[in-house]
């Protein structure tokens, strides 16, 4: 029976990878099938993207459309934040975290298990197997395990977890110790997964390419390299999957959208927040309390008019709004979307450390890290698979993405694909194939402005069906 091992390190570039810096992730790269193309899904933050490797769909099916969102059904009009215990909380209410099915929910069905272990963000952790009480499997944090008896068993086992920390080396050296013993030893899961942190962690404060954030992978690939040697010792006939959730860009200038609303006129009739925001790093999701079109068309034209203003994406409950693109053209649309996405404005400049990619943001300070726009420098993530059946030392560059991951692995495993799945087994890595025909495709609006006309193109991708989003942003002529 084959085995996968998931190895994730958080908001790392393809770029970051080279001899010095990452020593184990760069060997194993010269040997691996890189896919050198490979496409977080937008907004590019961590949870919705970790959605989407367990469930292999677009964002609009699987229900999760960023870090922080409104869920009108059943929140009402207010700002939540997928972490624990707001997610848990949600599903002891019978409201589904996740619209559809997820990698533990498919292999229950052939007897087989998903173990997670994550140094991350509660949130990520929970929704890599959130039914683990009911239908097997685990996924295990620092803060909580499910099933919930694991946390006193595996605390006894192991000890209690160091404080999380800048970098967060000694978490994640306890979770590989605890990895590569109870997890791949112990449980021998058909597929275990490891989630790192870092860099993400590090270069949210410090930036992409700055010594701390450096120092901060250079430590994790250390731990990598633990995990490289213990498959080489144990499991050589394992299949090794190591991604990242997204990229990352430099922040410009952090723009206070709240307090630029305010200045514009919105939400200050009768004190009530007519727009809610949900921010999310380089892109924010908009919520309307009452879909008044007149306002929404204000609103807007506002937005368009701004220096930081990227790509703006309507859903359909606002109807056609000039100058917008609709959200169900980027796989966005769906029960929680929001009215209105905004991709924040990027460019390929290059940040002090020599790294290209800035973007405003809306949060974070200049000259720090930050993802969640469609920046090119975002979108584009880490993706290498080895094993029995993958190419050795291939670069391929057809476009490939996140919702590839959990096809892929089913066909490693040899488990028939549920009908639904947004994403494509990436045969390209498995064998000599026909060249892969891509179609590329551009999504364009313009609206004339008070200052000028705005222009918006967000390029796509598509490869058999499986439609990726590669870049989009906006500007003011």
Same mark, same amino acid.
């Given at each position: 029976?084959?085995?996968?091992?998931?190895?994730?390190?958080?908001?790392?570039?393809?770029?970051?990878?080279?001899?010095?810096?990452?020593?184990?992730?760069?060997?194993?790269?010269?040997?691996?099938?890189?896919?050198?193309?490979?496409?977080?899904?937008?907004?590019?933050?961590?949870?919705?993207?970790?959605?989407?490797?367990?469930?292999?769909?677009?964002?609009?099916?699987?229900?999760?459309?960023?870090?922080?969102?409104?869920?009108?059904?059943?929140?009402?009009?207010?700002?939540?934040?997928?972490?624990?215990?707001?997610?848990?909380?949600?599903?002891?209410?019978?409201?589904?975290?996740?619209?559809?099915?997820?990698?533990?929910?498919?292999?229950?069905?052939?007897?087989?298990?998903?173990?997670?272990?994550?140094?991350?963000?509660?949130?990520?952790?929970?929704?890599?197997?959130?039914?683990?009480?009911?239908?097997?499997?685990?996924?295990?944090?620092?803060?909580?395990?499910?099933?919930?008896?694991?946390?006193?068993?595996?605390?006894?086992?192991?000890?209690?977890?160091?404080?999380?920390?800048?970098?967060?080396?000694?978490?994640?050296?306890?979770?590989?110790?605890?990895?590569?013993?109870?997890?791949?030893?112990?449980?021998?899961?058909?597929?275990?997964?490891?989630?790192?942190?870092?860099?993400?962690?590090?270069?949210?404060?410090?930036?992409?390419?700055?010594?701390?954030?450096?120092?901060?992978?250079?430590?994790?690939?250390?731990?990598?390299?633990?995990?490289?040697?213990?498959?080489?010792?144990?499991?050589?006939?394992?299949?090794?999957?190591?991604?990242?959730?997204?990229?990352?860009?430099?922040?410009?200038?952090?723009?206070?959208?709240?307090?630029?609303?305010?200045?514009?006129?919105?939400?200050?009739?009768?004190?009530?927040?007519?727009?809610?925001?949900?921010?999310?790093?380089?892109?924010?999701?908009?919520?309307?309390?009452?879909?008044?079109?007149?306002?929404?068309?204000?609103?807007?034209?506002?937005?368009?008019?701004?220096?930081?203003?990227? !790509? %703006?994406?309507?859903?359909?409950?606002? #109807?056609? $709004? @000039?100058?917008?693109?609709?959200?169900? *053209? +980027?796989?966005?649309?769906?029960?929680?979307?929001?009215?209105?996405?905004?991709?924040?404005?990027?460019?390929?400049?290059?940040?002090?450390?020599?790294?290209?990619?800035?973007?405003?943001?809306?949060?974070?300070?200049?000259?720090?890290?930050?993802?969640?726009?469609?920046?090119?420098?975002?979108?584009?993530?880490?993706?290498?698979?080895?094993?029995?059946?993958?190419?050795? !030392? %291939?670069?391929?560059?057809?476009?490939? #993405?996140? $919702? @590839?991951?959990?096809?892929?692995?089913? *066909? +490693?495993?040899?488990?028939?694909?549920?009908?639904?799945?947004?994403?494509?087994?990436?045969?390209?890595?498995?064998?000599?194939?026909?060249?892969?025909?891509?179609?590329?495709?551009?999504?364009?609006?313009?609206?004339?402005?008070?200052?000028?006309?705005?222009?918006?193109?967000?390029?796509?991708?598509?490869?058999?069906?499986?439609?990726?989003?590669?870049?989009?942003?906006?500007?003011?002529?």
């Amino acid at each position: 029976m084959s085995r996968i091992i998931l190895a994730v390190f958080d908001g790392l570039q393809p770029t970051q990878i080279n001899k010095k810096l990452t020593p184990n992730l760069y060997q194993y790269s010269e040997r691996a099938c890189f896919f050198e193309n490979n496409h977080a899904v937008f907004p590019t933050v961590t949870r919705i993207n970790a959605a989407t490797l367990v469930t292999g769909v677009y964002p609009g099916l699987h229900g999760l459309p960023a870090n922080t969102f409104v869920d009108q059904e059943s929140q009402g009009n207010v700002v939540i934040s997928a972490m624990e215990p707001v997610l848990s909380s949600m599903a002891a209410r019978n409201i589904p975290v996740l619209r559809s099915q997820s990698l533990q929910e498919i292999l229950k069905l052939y007897d087989m298990e998903y173990v997670a272990l994550g140094v991350g963000t509660s949130g990520n952790a929970y929704l890599h197997n959130s039914l683990a009480e009911e239908i097997g499997g685990a996924t295990i944090h620092p803060d909580f395990t499910l099933p919930s008896h694991l946390y006193d068993r595996l605390n006894v086992k192991y000890g209690s977890w160091p404080e999380a920390d800048i970098p967060n080396t000694r978490r994640y050296e306890k979770a590989m110790d605890m990895f590569l013993d109870y997890v791949l030893k112990e449980r021998n899961p058909e597929v275990a997964l490891i989630w790192s942190s870092e860099p993400d962690k590090s270069q949210h404060l410090f930036g992409v390419g700055d010594s701390m954030s450096n120092q901060a992978l250079f430590e994790a690939d250390k731990q990598f390299g633990r995990l490289l040697e213990h498959i080489e010792n144990n499991q050589p006939e394992a299949h090794l999957f190591v991604l990242s959730d997204h990229g990352y860009s430099t922040i410009i200038e952090s723009v206070d959208l709240e307090s630029e609303m305010l200045s514009a006129g919105f939400n200050k009739k009768n004190g009530q927040r007519d727009i809610l925001i949900a921010p999310n790093g380089a892109s924010a999701l908009f919520y309307f309390a009452h879909l008044d079109s007149v306002i929404i068309d204000d609103f807007v034209q506002w937005i368009m008019e701004q220096p930081w203003c990227g !790509s %703006v994406l309507g859903s359909e409950r606002i #109807g056609d $709004i @000039d100058g917008t693109i609709p959200l169900k *053209k +980027v796989f966005l649309e769906g029960p929680r979307s929001p009215d209105i996405a905004l991709s924040f404005r990027w460019d390929d400049s290059l940040n002090i450390n020599g790294f290209s990619g800035q973007v405003y943001s809306a949060s974070g300070s200049s000259g720090a890290g930050t993802h969640g726009s469609m920046s090119r420098y975002e979108i584009n993530n880490l993706f290498m698979c080895s094993g029995p059946l993958f190419r050795e !030392s %291939v670069r391929s560059l057809a476009p490939t #993405g996140n $919702i @590839d991951l959990l096809p892929t692995i089913l *066909k +490693v495993l040899g488990v028939p694909e549920p009908k639904g799945m947004s994403g494509r087994v990436l045969v390209e890595g498995f064998d000599h194939q026909p060249p892969l025909i891509c179609n590329t495709s551009y999504l364009r609006a313009s609206r004339k402005v008070g200052n000028g006309i705005y222009n918006q193109e967000v390029k796509m991708s598509d490869i058999r069906g499986t439609v990726y989003v590669d870049e989009g942003n906006g500007y003011l002529i």
